[in-house]
Each structure stands twice: as C-alpha cells, then as structure tokens.
C-alpha cells in the first residue's frame, strides 16, 4: 500500500472545514459495493496512479472487504478515503487488534477543506466500536500532522547493515529454496515464527492470509529453508535491490544454533551485491552472531494510537496485566485526555481482575492519549515520561505500579508486518 500524501494541514484537526462543502452535511462510513469505483477514482487521483492499471491490484488485494474501505462524503461525493488493514500487535505476551491506516487520500481539487482530517477523527472514534480495533498505527509521510490526531512515534526501526564479505562461512547443507505451493513448509514457518515472536513486542500474530501475502504476493522476494531431514529448523526472506545494491533480509529466523549459521554461511554465498541491510531486533542479530560486524542504524518509524482505552488494556489484561498485581488488593486509576476521542477521558480503573470505568483505584496517575499509548507498548517508561512532564503520578507508589504494569519495552514492527 503507498505511504498516505502529504494531507491538507487545518489549525485544528478534523474539525475546520472550509470552501464549497463547508456547509454540507458529511457523512462518515464504510464503501458499498456501488461506490468502489469512485474509491478508486479518488486513491488513483492522489497518489496519481494509472487508474486501469491499478483496478486490478485494488480488487485482488487479500484483505479487500468494504467495511474497512472509509469514507467521507461531501453532499453525496466521496472526497477523502482510508483503507484499514487489519493486524494483531503483539504487547509483552499479549495480542491486541490493530487497525493499520493505510492510503490517506483526498481529491486534488478538495485539498485543504479538512476532509482527510474530518475522517481521520471520525475512524479513530469509530474504529473500536464498529470494527473491533482499540489501537491504530500507520506509516505517515507527515508525522507532524498525524501527531496532531494523537498518534506518537511508539516503535523504532534498526537496521543494520553487514558487508557480505564479512559474514562467517561454512556448510550451508539443508538449505534449499521454499515451495510456496508445499503446505508443510508453510506451515513450519508460521510455526517458528509464531515461537520466536510470541514475547516480541511489536511483532504481529500473522494469520493464513498474510502468510499467503508474503509468500506470493511480493514479487521479487525469495524465501529460504533450512531443511533438517524434513524438519524446516529455520528460513530467510530476502530481496535484492538492484537499484541501491544490497541484499535486503525482509525477515531471518532460526530455532537452533546450526540453522542459524546455514542461513549466513548460505547469504555469504550470494555474489549478487557486497552489502547486506537487516531490520531486526538486536536480539536476533546476537542470536546469528552478527552482532561484532554489523553497524547498526535506529530510526522511528511506525505511530501507533490507543483509539479506545478500556478496550486496549482489556484486551493484553490477563497476559500482561493480571500478574503484575500479585493477588493484591490494589488498583490504579487512569484518567487520560484525548481531544480527538473524549469518550477516552472516561476514567478507567485497573486491577487484578480486570479494567472497569470509573476512578475508583486507590492509587492514580494522569497523562494524555499519546503517553499512554508509548506507555502501552514500552516505549518509553512511566519514569521518563513524569521526567519529561507528560505524566503525572498521584504519589511514588502510584508511579511503582504504573512502572510494573507497563515496563520498558523494545517495540519494533518487522518489515512483512508492515501495511
């Protein structure tokens, strides 16, 4: 999906609507089946696409489904629409679903009245409630202007980068290209990774469609086995960007140490390019033994947003919550602000139970809607934000609780997660 245009930029985000639809009632909803072609009128004239050349990829895309397809109307004519692809982020060793905002685009003649912004405010209030989506994130080409919808750089990107001259050699046996059309490799894969990322935050829960996404929709990508008598013990997802020269390793993951030192003695093999780029953890560079020749660049990269609070935390409650409470008797109230979604500033009230309306906790914290959603995924720590003044904590055993129940964390979304 393209990055979502530069949008038109109002004082005061999706409220101020100005010039020939000022006074017309806008309508905020899901496509029908007799407005998708008016749909992709409007995203082809935005991103300034061949329109017959991109019918066949708006309709063929495996998450098509016209609920997620949004629009605003303006006396009847769709002049801003999004496209929520839907994941399933994972938060310590909990899941919650995610609507991933994609294709942010509005007529070129009807820029500037506040229409991307009417519906960006519109999804956030709506996305929970209608579609089952408590947090959304998305990749913007203007971070400033989304922020003011209270999405915050919440994940960071490391890449690293390795001369392939560099990488350890040796017997690359059992290597062996994957047979997308084998279902044993397929499902080996997703079994694997659904291990090794099953505590990565950031990571997604990746259902059978995205795995048939990855596999055979990305031209130009290659995945790589490591076959032990039958056995896939590990695989590799790589590219190679002719233009840049490098081999770029989309996705690399092993369940043991001889499968992990196939797959680099196999990269080490390829004479395509002298360069090798990785976005990954520092935890899987390690675990390859990578750590000691790659230069690593960290960068920020997806902007995530709690749309609804109570439902967020009740989703990762009984796997990230729950325990941090110890069978005890306290509870933390959270009063938030959100201009953009008030039913947000609702307080809420978490215990070892559960997460209920009302402040009645016997212990407090405060912060606005952006915090909380750094907080929710760890990005940054309950102390730095008090430290950096978004976060205010009623007394020090407020600010103890709210450190254990969202603890530092090292969130990163992988690139085949990405929409």
């Known amino acids: 999906m393209p990055q979502s245009p530069t949008p038109p930029q109002p004082s005061h985000p999706g409220r101020e609507l100005r010039g020939a639809g000022a006074d017309a009632t806008l309508q905020f909803r899901a496509t029908t089946i007799g407005e998708t072609e008016q749909f992709l009128d409007v995203f082809s004239a935005a991103f300034r696409l061949n329109r017959d050349a991109a019918r066949p990829l708006f309709y063929r895309d495996p998450f098509f489904d016209l609920k997620l397809k949004r629009i605003c109307l303006d006396a009847g004519v769709i002049v801003s629409c999004l496209t929520v692809v839907p994941c399933r982020l994972r ?47 998305l990749f913007p080409a203007d971070p400033l202007y989304y922020a003011r919808f209270g999405w915050t750089h919440a994940s ?60 055979e929709m990305m031209a130009g990508r290659e995945t790589f086995v490591v076959d032990v008598d039958g056995r896939v013990d590990g695989y590799v997802h790589i590219e190679t960007d002719t233009e840049r020269q490098v081999i770029v390793i989309h996705e690399m993951h092993a369940s043991t140490k001889a499968a992990a030192s196939a797959l680099v003695a196999y990269l080490a093999t390829l004479t395509d390019t002298d360069t090798i780029q990785w976005t990954a953890d520092a935890v899987d560079v390690d675990y390859f ?33 729950a325990a ?16 953009i979604n008030p039913a947000n500033e609702v307080p809420v009230t978490i215990d070892a139970h559960g997460v209920r309306p009302g402040a009645d906790g016997t212990l407090a914290v405060a912060t606005d809607i952006s915090t909380l959603t750094r907080l929710f995924v760890g990005y940054n720590s309950a102390t730095e934000a008090r430290d950096g003044g978004s976060f205010y904590a009623s007394d020090d055993r407020s600010l103890a609780l709210a450190e254990k129940l969202f603890p530092k964390r090292d969130p990163q979304i992988p690139s085949l997660d990405k929409f």
């Open 91 to 137: 938060v310590g060793t909990g899941i919650v679903p995610m609507a991933g905002i994609a294709g942010v685009a509005t007529r070129p003649e009807c820029r500037r009245r506040g229409y991307a912004g009417a519906l960006l405010t519109d999804t956030i209030q709506k996305s929970s409630s209608e579609l089952g989506f408590p947090i959304s994130g």
């Open 324 to 339: 941090a409470f110890d069978g005890g008797r306290k509870s933390l109230t959270l009063i938030i602000r959100d201009s």
């Open 156 to 215: 960071s990107a490391s890449t690293w980068t390795i001369r392939r001259d560099a990488l350890p050699t040796g017997s690359t046996d059992g290597v062996r290209p994957m047979a997308p059309s084998h279902p044993a490799d397929v499902a080996a894969i997703a079994l694997l990774h659904d291990s090794v990322t099953r505590e990565r935050t950031g990571a997604c829960y990746r259902g059978t469609m995205r795995w048939r996404v990855i596999h």
């Open 289 to 321: 033994g990578l750590s000691d020749i790659a230069t690593a660049a960290v960068d920020p990269d997806a902007m995530l947003r709690i749309n609804d609070v109570r439902a967020a935390l009740s989703a990762v409650h009984k796997d990230v919550y």
